[in-house]
């Protein structure tokens, strides 16, 4: 495969290997498997994986922005499925027989970033007063979806109610991107394309903020 002269610039340099991810992951939108590696990457986001789906939901949405709005419908469900599923593991499989901690939760403890005893402790406490919004805050913001999931199922959240916070916020953020792609993808795009080592940049602060947030409340 050959590079033109502008893409051998791109690929060079301290940034090189975020152009050559970007447009790997942009070259899914016209995969077959690109939507359903999204639905995968937001239901595995919601249980343990560490990067938001939101990276491929946007490269998905710059590849073809006129089906954004069915990119974003697609994340949400895969994502609050997702949700679901940590809820339950949580809810079933935290502790043992004893009471004490369960070997599955040992490993989220001991591999998953943010997940500490003291988190769940102080969780517990913000559930138990503003149970809805605590789940909201979790999914709209880059406070680690997953721990909220894991936790509300281990504290007994109210199912219902822990069902329509995820679809809520889940469907806020992701119709967000969706939209503001739906409706300015060209210009977005070139603004991206612009501005990519910057905004690079910033996601990972935001990302790192998140898992600072959760290590500042435990």
């Not at 499989?93 to 997940?115: C, E, K, N, T, V």
């Not at 789940?135 to 199922?153: C, D, E, N, R, S």
Request: proline share 5%.
């Amino acid at each position: 495969m050959t590079h033109s002269i502008a893409e051998k610039d791109r690929y060079s340099g301290p940034f090189g290997w975020i152009h050559r991810i970007k447009d790997w992951v942009e070259s899914l939108a016209a995969k077959p498997y690109g939507v359903p590696a999204l639905a995968l990457l937001a239901f595995c986001e919601s249980i343990f994986f560490p990067i938001p789906p939101d990276v491929l939901l946007m490269a998905l949405c710059v590849g073809l922005p006129k089906r954004s709005l069915w990119f974003a419908f697609v994340c949400t469900v895969g994502s609050v499925a997702g949700g679901i599923f940590g809820y339950g593991i949580g809810h079933f499989l935290w502790y043992d027989a004893a009471g004490m901690f369960s070997g599955f939760a040992q490993f989220f403890f001991d591999h998953i970033p943010g997940f500490t005893t003291e988190v769940f402790e102080h969780a517990g406490a913000l559930y138990r007063e503003y149970d809805f919004w605590a789940v909201m805050v979790a999914g709209l913001t880059p406070v680690p979806y997953k721990v909220a999931t894991i936790t509300a199922g281990v504290f007994n959240l109210n199912f219902v109610v822990f069902m329509l916070a995820s679809a809520a916020s889940r469907a806020l953020r992701f119709f967000l991107i969706g939209a503001l792609f739906y409706f300015f993808g060209r210009a977005i795009k070139a603004f991206i394309d612009k501005y990519l080592e910057i905004l690079s940049v910033l996601f990972v602060i935001l990302l790192v903020g998140g898992f600072l947030v959760i290590r500042w409340l435990s």
